[in-house]
């Protein structure tokens, strides 16, 4: 921090001299944010970064490091529960404008990318930052095809569960056993090594999200088919009964298809938080991942798909909606599949949804309960608790309703949004490793406990 140490009239306080903080690289710091502490009467220099592309304004919570009464003491920090308003890093992947609902994968907007790409090259543009050409594409398609088995221990390890263990608890503790599978993984400092787990994390989650399925129906797992496309291929091991070669429905291919690049990346949501967290640490990649599985199972987050459709059912009828309503803004229960940290607006992903639920609907029939989720979108669009608070549908709406008319079970809704933003956790993990700035993520806290005090058992 450039500091400007100025003698305050009022206070008539005497500052100490501090060393200006080193400029880092990256900084651009166009002009600078001027602090008086008024206990010293001390004013300080802060720089303001404008490095960010939208320009963007942070200033460094370690700048503030220096502001203290005393030079013994910790200095000033920030406090910020829920990172409100804390960028925890630089980040070149995914552009989101809440305010005005816009979502871009490496500056591509999402609706051109839902129209017209593939997931695969989704997930090699969030990783590597350009569309993959040809040569590029047709190896990255073999290599994810080439490693979609998984170990026959899994098998086994699987069949641990109980009949109705949730598909999310499975997926989370598949993907962190297959971190013993690969002990090589720990190698996070060797390019190769990053390059295979990446390659087997993106393989085989969906292998494993099938057999969690299929554990759970007491169906026997169908074995990845290497000449099928991966979404084909992911609803070949969940749905394939004896047919000799599963042919997928496909429209029920290109839903999904758009349904996995929709939740592909969302720059640091909750989940991506939880894998750069525990990534930071250099644990392997299948472990960072089973992290994010975790924090993406929560109803808040991933959790909510499941959800919406549970709320959706206790609702029951259409006429019952503005009683629902109404218990919801007298605070019994939120309206799930509504409200975004970030969305201030309409969800962009939500529009694509809802549009492409209509595509399903068109092929299987209309969902009874469609009724009673336009009349809760109808209703909360107009009214003034939701318009206030900037509540709008998310993307979570309107994905339950076609999941459930793809006849995927309620409880699997959040495992299909983990197998997309697989993609997404690695891409942004591997630029977590590469960026210089990054060390082990560890906050701060204030204490607010008892001071020190003697040690007098109670139970003697
Ligand atoms: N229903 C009713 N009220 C809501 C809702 C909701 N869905 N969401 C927020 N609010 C209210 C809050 O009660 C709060 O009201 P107040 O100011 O009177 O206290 C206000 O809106 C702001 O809410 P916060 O909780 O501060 O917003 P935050 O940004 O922390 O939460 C979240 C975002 C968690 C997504 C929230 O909107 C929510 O719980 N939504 C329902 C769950 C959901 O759909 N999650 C999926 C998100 S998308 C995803 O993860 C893929």
């Known amino acids: 921090m450039a500091k400007t140490e100025k003698e305050s009239g009022a206070a008539g306080a005497a500052a100490a001299t501090l060393e200006p903080t080193d400029k880092r690289p990256g900084d651009t710091a166009a002009a600078a944010l001027e602090i008086k502490d008024t206990r010293t009467g001390t004013e300080y220099s802060v720089p303001i970064m404008t490095d960010g592309v939208v320009g963007d304004t942070t200033i460094r919570a370690m700048d503030l490091r220096q502001i203290k009464t005393k030079p013994d003491q910790f200095g000033m920090m920030t406090y910020d529960p829920a990172f409100m308003n804390t960028a925890s890093c630089k980040s070149a992947i995914t552009f989101i404008d809440g305010g005005k609902g816009i979502l871009r994968y490496r500056g591509y907007p999402i609706e051109q990318l839902a129209e017209n790409a593939t997931f695969l090259e ?9 569309l993959p050409d040809k040569k590029q594409y047709g190896q990255w398609e073999h290599d994810i095809k ?69 554990h759970v129906k007491g169906m026997p797992f169908i074995y990845p088919d290497n000449n099928l496309g991966y979404v084909e291929n992911f609803l070949s091991m969940v749905a394939r009964m004896s047919e000799p070669k599963y042919e997928a429905n496909p429209v029920f291919v290109k839903t999904l298809e758009v349904l996995f690049i929709l939740h592909a990346d969302h720059e640091q949501n909750c989940s ?46 259409k006429k019952n909606v503005p009683s629902f309503i109404e218990s919801v803004k007298n605070g019994s229960g939120r309206l799930m599949g509504f409200g975004h940290r970030v969305y201030k607006s309409y969800d962009p992903r939500a529009k694509i949804v809802k549009k492409l639920a209509y595509e399903v609907f068109e092929q299987v029939g209309m969902d009874t309960d469609l009724e ?82 003697p040690y007098k058992s109670q139970i003697k």
Request: hydrophobic letters at 45%; aromatic letters at 12%; proline letters at 4%.
């Open 122 to 130: 989704v997930a090699w543009l969030l990783r590597h930052g350009e």
């Open 146 to 214: 080439y490693h979609t088995y998984v170990h026959e221990n899994i098998k086994s390890f699987l069949q641990g569960f109980r009949y109705d263990a949730h598909p999310m608890s499975m997926l989370c503790s598949t993907v962190a056993a297959l971190s013993s599978f690969y002990p090589d993984a720990k190698n996070i400092a060797d390019p190769e090594q990053r390059n295979i787990s990446i390659i087997r994390l993106l393989a085989k989650v969906p292998t494993l999200a099938a057999f969690a399925y299929r």
């Open 272 to 317: 991506t938080n939880a894998v750069r967290a525990v990534g930071s640490s250099h644990v392997d990649p299948f472990s960072a991942v089973a992290a994010g599985i975790a924090a993406l199972f929560g109803p808040l987050h991933g959790g909510a798909n499941e959800q919406v459709l549970r709320m959706i059912k206790e609702i029951g009828h």
């Open 372 to 453: 009673i989720a336009l009349e809760l979108e109808r209703i909360a669009l107009s009214d003034d608790y939701f318009v206030s608070r900037k509540l709008y549908p998310n993307v979570d709406f309107y994905t339950g309703l076609i999941y459930r008319s793809m006849a995927f079970p309620t409880d699997f809704f959040t495992v299909l949004f983990a197998v997309a933003r697989t993609a997404g956790w690695l891409a942004q993990w591997e630029e977590m490793l590469n960026d210089k700035e990054q060390k082990i993520a560890r906050p701060r806290q204030i204490y607010t406990g008892y001071g020190e005090r």
